[in-house]
């Protein structure tokens, strides 16, 4: 596989003016995400991370998601599927009683399925991995169990929120892979819970790792791509564990997948993995961390890497992906907001070519 970095176009434009849409502008960011019809596969888009860290009162940042909807809908060709990468609510509940009454809840993935619904019903399939808010009660950290048990219900709710069931006994809708036409998806919950009841915060145990490795050895499409909430390797300096960063990584190294997406820090980032970055390396795939879909973006001194070396922006964004036959091309778009307005660009470009 080889990377190639392509110009980045540093164009801005407003998307929205105070509350009311324009049309001319939609019509722009549609233009500069157009693909050449010549071998053209599918569009796919990734996202992460749209809690409401603002106000921190809970819920989901509802505007920005519905913003970012807007683009995806008006996006040509428009996307076979989203990707959203876990985080998808502040905490998993409201309680409205005090003390606590389980019959007395607010739980807000309803509402953030609510929001996302008008794109599944214009036929955008909606894929999602599992992150640690969604596990967090009323009162926060530490994860529920019980939450995860609400997550697996939440998304077995056909026809448009019913999550793959091919995934391992005991990760059911929070695991699973999804081929479509040269291309195969794996989806991996890093937030799982031990034995104990404690989370993994970021981890893998050896029954995700064996399905893993089993549906990764017996994928024959050309494009492989991995997702999951937590980064594989820090932009921002946290530490991870072996099972993602090693175990994880070398079945991904060993079936020759491309790319790995992720969510969690709330900034985008592009970061070639190589030899350099770790010594038990083998193989150089790349890194997409597309963690702010309306949470706050972290400040950019918060990245410990070299910034220009991980790509890393502080910002709102997404990134869509077209494969083709020969390679598969990705925009990423930064979504700023100032003064009541949304100003969209595209912040990087990249191919992988096989």
Same mark, same amino acid.
């Given at each position: ?40 596969a ?23 998601l ?11 060709p ?51 991995s599992?992150?640690n808010?969604d ?5 926060g ?16 709710d056909?026809?448009?929120?019913d999550? +793959? @069931? ?10 699973y892979s999804? =081929?479509?036409?040269?291309a195969?998806? /794996? %989806?991996?919950?890093t ?60 079945i ?13 820090e ?30 706050? +973006? @972290? ?11 991980v790509? =890393? ?5 997404? /990134? %869509? ?16 907001w100032?003064?009541?307005?949304y100003?969209?660009?595209i ?8």
């Amino acid at each position: 596989m080889i990377l190639n970095i392509l110009k980045v176009d540093f164009m801005k434009f407003n998307l929205r003016q105070s509350k009311l849409w324009t049309i001319w502008p939609v019509l722009l960011i549609a233009a500069l995400l157009s693909v050449a019809s010549q071998a053209y596969a599918f569009r796919f888009v990734v996202m992460a991370d749209s809690p409401d860290n603002e106000t921190n009162k809970g819920g989901l940042n509802l505007a920005c998601l519905e913003y970012l909807r807007g683009q995806i809908l008006e996006l040509n060709p428009r996307p076979d599927m989203v990707f959203f990468l876990g985080d998808l609510v502040t905490k998993a509940y409201q309680d409205l009683a005090d003390p606590p009454d389980p019959a007395k809840r607010h739980y807000y993935i309803p509402d953030w399925k609510a929001a996302m619904a008008p794109l599944a019903q214009a036929g955008v399939k909606i894929y999602v991995s599992i992150g640690n808010r969604d596990l967090y009660p009323s009162k926060g950290w530490p994860p529920s169990k019980e939450m995860e048990q609400k997550f697996q219900e939440d998304f077995s709710d056909p026809p448009y929120f019913d999550m +793959p @069931d091919n995934g391992s006994p005991n990760y059911k809708k929070l695991a699973y892979s999804v =081929a479509h036409e040269n291309a195969f998806f /794996v %989806v991996l919950d890093t937030f799982g819970f031990k034995p104990d009841g404690a989370n993994y915060d970021n981890g893998l145990d050896a029954e995700q790792l064996a399905w893993f490795s089993g549906q990764a050895r017996g994928a024959t499409q050309k494009f492989k791509f991995a997702f999951s909430h937590g980064p594989a390797f820090s932009p921002e300096g946290f530490a991870v564990g072996d099972s993602v960063k090693k175990t994880m990584w070398g079945i991904m190294e060993g079936a020759q997948f491309d790319a790995y997406f992720c969510g969690h820090e709330h900034i985008y980032s592009r970061w070639a993995i190589t030899r350099a970055t770790a010594p038990w390396i083998t193989r150089r795939i790349t890194q997409v961390l597309t963690g702010a879909g309306g949470a706050l +973006p @972290d400040q950019i001194f918060k990245v410990k890497q070299d910034r220009r070396k991980v790509h =890393a922006f502080s910002l709102y964004n997404y /990134v %869509v992906g077209d494969v083709n036959e020969n390679d598969a091309q990705f925009q990423a778009v930064g979504v700023d907001w100032n003064a009541g307005n949304y100003t969209a660009r595209i912040i990087d470009r990249f191919a992988l070519q096989k």
